[in-house]
Nanobody
Framework: QVQLVESGGGLVQPGGSRQLSCVVPQSIFSRHALMGWYRQAPGKEREVVASLTTGGGRTYADGVLGRFTISRDTTQNTIYLLMNSLKPEDTGAYYC?????????WGQGTQVTVSS
């Protein structure tokens, strides 16, 4: 079974920073895959936060543009989400996602709580 493994969540104060990591199995870590980070806040639907397109571009949700940066390290088969200037509304479970060859893969999620 293909499994994505996230890490890096935790409690952070407003205005602080956090970096999430997601190790992706090499079998699906492809430049033809769409990779991204999603967030699910309590009582809300899961929503996309940032994506790496197959063309190498990056897209961001309006609420995180300029604060979050998605990247990948091909030598480590890892996707990162660097989150700066965190706000309480950024609180939620963060999931990495890979879409490849018609299949959709998810990590188990890592909780980020922004609170003083």
């Amino acid at each position: 079974q293909v499994q994505l493994v996230e890490s890096g969540g935790g409690l952070v104060q407003p205005g602080g920073s956090r970096q999430l990591s997601c190790v992706v199995p090499q079998s699906i870590f492809s430049r033809h895959a769409l990779m991204g980070w999603y967030r699910q806040a309590p009582g809300k639907e899961r929503e996309v936060v940032a994506s790496l397109t197959t063309g190498g571009g990056r897209t961001y949700a309006d609420g995180v543009l300029g604060r979050f940066t998605i990247s990948r390290d091909t030598t480590q088969n890892t996707i990162y989400l660097l989150m700066n200037s965190l706000k309480p509304e950024d609180t939620g479970a963060y999931y990495c996602n890979v879409q490849y060859m018609g299949s959709n893969y998810w990590g188990q999620g890592t909780q980020v709580t922004v609170s003083s």
